[in-house]
């Protein structure tokens, strides 16, 4: 799978479980690290790890398997980190707290059509 697969299939996992205000930011110009970050939020820790084992098992079963989960068990930001595609799903306040979408504004937000 190539990285937009995968970040289309992120969001799509995301979305079923009902994630809030879910961002996509290509970062492929401007890092390293990796191609997108795709952010999302959760009401609270049972919805936030329902999202996590979702884009996990999801993901999965497409054949991506995610290389490290940081946070999982506080819940209150989590990586995944599936390589070329990094899903970070915060609580509310740790989302205004860190505000990756500022801190990466060099990326470019997209939306998922533009996979």
């Given at each position: 799978?190539?990285?937009n697969e995968i970040?289309?299939?992120?969001?799509?996992a995301l979305e079923d479980k009902k994630a809030e205000d879910i961002r996509i930011i290509d970062i492929s110009q401007v890092?390293?690290?990796a191609d997108y970050f795709i952010i999302a939020g959760g009401s609270n820790?049972?919805?936030?790890?329902?999202?996590?084992?979702?884009?996990?098992e999801q993901l999965g079963?497409?054949?991506?398997?995610?290389?490290?989960?940081?946070?999982?068990d506080t819940a209150n930001w989590v990586l995944?980190?599936?390589?070329?595609v990094i899903v970070h799903i915060?609580?509310?306040?740790n989302?205004?707290?860190?505000?990756?979408e500022r801190i990466w504004r060099d990326g470019k937000q997209i939306e998922k059509t533009e996979l």
């Amino acid at each position: 799978m190539n990285s937009n697969e995968i970040a289309k299939l992120a969001v799509s996992a995301l979305e079923d479980k009902k994630a809030e205000d879910i961002r996509i930011i290509d970062i492929s110009q401007v890092s390293v690290l990796a191609d997108y970050f795709i952010i999302a939020g959760g009401s609270n820790r049972n919805q936030i790890q329902a999202l996590c084992d979702n884009v996990e098992e999801q993901l999965g079963r497409a054949g991506c398997h995610v290389r490290q989960i940081e946070g999982y068990d506080t819940a209150n930001w989590v990586l995944l980190d599936f390589g070329d595609v990094i899903v970070h799903i915060f609580d509310k306040e740790n989302r205004l707290l860190y505000d990756l979408e500022r801190i990466w504004r060099d990326g470019k937000q997209i939306e998922k059509t533009e996979l």
